[in-house]
């Protein structure tokens, strides 16, 4: 498998803190090996083929599972990671 950022994720992945980045490519690594690792605490959202990870307890992101790639759509704090915002 391998990720494939969004543009709007990608942009909102480079303007997240260095220290955040970090745990976003660990938890890249953790999704790649397995996207129901309990450390990221994967949820489907509603009724929609999207789900939620967690980077940590502050910062989410949203993805799409599409044959062998894992399309990030949003990256960021609670609700914009979740795309709420």
Known sequence: MIINLTKAADKAYQKLPLNIQKKT?????LLLSNYHHPSLRTR???STDTFEARIDIHYRF???I???EIYVLTIGPHDVGLGKK
């Open 62 to 64: 949203t993805f799409q």
């Open 66 to 68: 599409v044959g062998e």
């Open 44 to 46: 489907k959202m509603g």
């Open 25 to 29: 490519d660990k938890q890249f690594e």
